[in-house]
């Protein structure tokens, strides 16, 4: 269900052009990521790939099929959040089509979305993180970088697609802040620390003029061909250092993002400071830490207090 199978039939030019369209009609008004657009029209050009084979299509379908394709993902055990976010996407597209008069009926009318179970992120323990930001090895350039990126990414609490598109003009190391783009065109400030912008003042005077072989770049983080690096490429980073590090924990691109929410709660910081500084809209997405923080804070009162 979720890949592309040899015998899938290319979609009509009417479908290709629908999808297009849709999907740069939610670019446009939620500002979503680049990721967020590729997922959705995966998501779409596999259940148009499914509805030929009903003998339908993504505008001549009820909400009866649509009923037997969640179906069949129910049946290929797909996870809850996946088909949440399936139906999330559909759900707007059915919506788009209505509103531009496309369609008569919108199909998913009748179709409620799954309630998801509230999952805490993994993170990491203080030692934890000590240890991930000590295995890059400093005689190297590419050590060097590393080791910024890993603290860049847990001093400012950035997402991994943040951190490897900043650019030189985005970094203010006189006032100590990184000004980032986050999720649907929103600005925020994030104030670094002293150990922050002592490593990126190291960095850019030892190692990013040898990764940029004198190449004009404004990339902070450039790849060791002075590119712009991938998500991908510094996740690969991330495991090779946690490996290195003797970190057997399961790893996610956002672990270091959210030890960060979960160190600064901890340590007593205002949950709304949190909110802000992570770039999350809605207080409800970051209130989940709150539920790391107090487990932690039971672990400890039954670890040290006498009557725990």
């Known amino acids: 269900m979720e890949t592309d199978s040899p015998e899938a039939q290319p979609l009509s030019a009417q479908e290709e052009s629908v999808i297009a369209l849709y999907l740069d009609a939610i670019w446009m008004e939620k500002g979503l990521s680049q990721n967020s657009l590729d997922s959705y029209r995966t998501d779409l050009t596999l259940f148009a790939q499914w509805l030929q084979e009903q003998g339908a299509s993504l505008l001549r379908v009820d909400s009866g099929i649509l009923q037997k394709y969640l179906s069949e993902r129910h049946e290929k055990k797909l996870s809850s959040r996946s088909s949440a976010r399936f139906l999330s996407c559909v759900r707007g597209f059915y919506r ?35 240890a991930l930001l000590d295995a890059p090895d400093l005689e190297d350039p590419v050590g060097l970088r590393d080791r910024t990126m890993l603290e860049v990414l847990y001093a400012c609490g950035l997402r991994v697609t943040e951190l490897v598109t900043l ?4 970094i203010n190391l006189r006032q100590n802040v990184i000004r980032v783009m986050g999720k649907g065109s929103k600005e925020r400030l994030i104030p670094m620390g002293e150990e922050a912008s002592s490593w990126l003042e190291k960095y850019f005077r030892e190692a990013r003029p040898f990764l940029l072989n004198n190449l004009p770049n404004e990339v902070v983080f450039p790849s060791t061909r002075a590119q712009l690096m991938t998500r991908q490429t510094f996740w690969h980073r991330i495991k090779h250092w946690a490996a290195v590090a003797g970190i057997e924990k399961p790893l996610s691109p956002h672990t270091l993002r959210h030890a960060f929410a979960t160190h600064l709660l901890n340590h007593g910081a205002d949950l709304r400071v949190v909110q802000l500084l992570l770039g999350h809209s809605d207080l409800s997405t970051t209130q989940i830490y709150t539920h790391i923080a107090r487990t932690r804070m039971k672990a400890q009162h039954a670890a040290h207090h006498p009557r725990g």
């Open 167 to 170: 650019t030189m003009p985005q």
């Open 96 to 130: 788009h089509q209505l509103r531009e008069g496309i369609i008569q009926e919108n199909p998913m009318a009748l179709i409620e979305s799954p309630k998801l179970p509230r999952s805490l992120p993994k993170s990491l323990t203080e030692s934890d993180v000590e």
